[in-house]
């Protein structure tokens, strides 16, 4: 089974502070995602990366950015956290070989940004 | 802009009723998914659907992929309080590795 694991459940962070959150596949998955859910807003994509050192923006990359060092870790980044990005983080990775591929999901990071 | 509407928001139903949750857009996608999503828990996948009018069926759980392939259905017979969640749909557009997803429907199904 795929498994996706992500560093914290749940984080409580100041404003202006740096946040790390990580996420670690274990299938040698090519593909890796960041995601933020807020209510009635879904799932909205911040970065994706292809490949090790390889990195896309998403739809709302504006206050993040991420590494990808190891092809099994995506590390999210706020450099300098904000009120605004309080929500669930959410990681996904998917093989990486057909466009209509699963992407799995870690269980979340929930953040609190005071 | 919201690519994919999904309706209804929210959906509070007794146990052994059927409920359908829609899902729209005005774009054209190339494969559309529908994930399930607990309480404390990451998106799992339930269906994906490819060819426009294609029907997918997963125990009491019917997927359907509109003709144009601009939407979507689900629909749920004889629901159960285990089938409460979020119901996420999310479509690709071309060939892209991204998803779109839908801002999701909340189901509680009342024992």
């Known amino acids: 089974d795929v498994k996706v694991t992500q560093s914290s459940r749940y984080l409580v962070k100041r404003t202006g502070e740096k946040v790390f959150l990580e996420c670690v596949q274990d299938?040698?998955?090519?593909?890796m995602f960041w995601y933020r859910q807020d209510p009635g807003l879904g799932l909205r994509l911040i970065y994706f990366s292809y490949d090790v050192k390889m990195k896309e923006k998403g739809d709302i990359p504006e206050g993040y950015s991420v590494s990808r060092e190891k092809k099994e870790r995506f590390s999210l980044i706020l450099e300098s956290a904000s009120t605004n990005q309080t929500s669930m983080y959410l990681c996904?990775?998917?093989?990486?070989?057909?466009?209509?591929?699963?992407?799995?999901f870690g269980p979340g990071t929930r953040l609190l940004v005071l | 802009t919201q690519l994919l509407e999904q309706s209804p928001q929210f959906l509070s139903i007794q146990e052994g009723e059927n409920l359908t949750v829609y899902c729209n857009s005005s774009s054209v996608f190339s494969s559309l998914q529908w994930y399930r999503q607990e309480p404390g828990e990451g998106p799992v996948l339930l269906v994906t659907?490819?060819?426009?009018?294609e029907v997918k069926k997963l125990k009491r759980l019917t997927f359907q992929f509109g003709d144009a392939r601009k939407d979507s259905s689900l629909h749920i017979t004889a629901a159960q309080p285990g089938d409460t969640g979020l119901y996420l749909c999310?479509?690709?557009?071309?060939?892209?590795?991204?998803?779109?997803f839908g801002s999701g429907t909340r189901l509680l199904v009342r024992p």
């Open positions: 996904a990775s998917s093989l990486g070989e057909v466009h209509q591929e699963t992407q799995y």
């Open positions: 999310a479509g690709r557009r071309d060939s892209s590795y991204k998803l779109i």
């Open positions: 659907v490819v060819t426009g009018g």
């Open positions: 299938m040698d998955h090519e593909n």
